[in-house]
């Protein structure tokens, strides 16, 4: 069995507690860039009670590598293509600035345990691969503009404290 899968089977009791509406406070620091980058916002939200619309856009902004791109509003009623559209190559990359990537894993995880959809753990599968795929020999992550283990907006310390979530 592959690291990935028994980490998600080790997720479910971590997540086990989310029988309420998952929280998008992870989300936040994501949201809070794009309204630097668009203080004029005329486009319609979901609500934090819509969780399985929110974690439809979460995939929907899921890069192919597992990783997502930072600085989205992720309750935003958007065209996701649209968005990516306007942005360059480096900006599309995956991250896990700015409290990305960790933080849509949980989310999903969450929305799967209330839904028991399969798109909702496939997803976190996705996001587990790419954490695994690009944490440095030294057990950190970089950062989205340097090379080097960074702490910095959580990028090393929230892809651990989901791991440390998930192990029981």
Known sequence: MRLKKYLFLLCIPMSGWAQQVPSTMLLQDGIHHWN????????????ETDYEKIADNLIAYQNLDGGWLKNIDWLGVLNSDSVKATLNDFEKQSTLDNRNTFSQIEYLADTYVLTNKLKYRLAVEKGLDYLLDTQKENGGWRGWDVDAVTFNDDVTTGALELCRNILP
């Open 36 to 47: 630097l980058l668009h203080p004029n916002r005329s486009y319609m939200r979901y609500a």
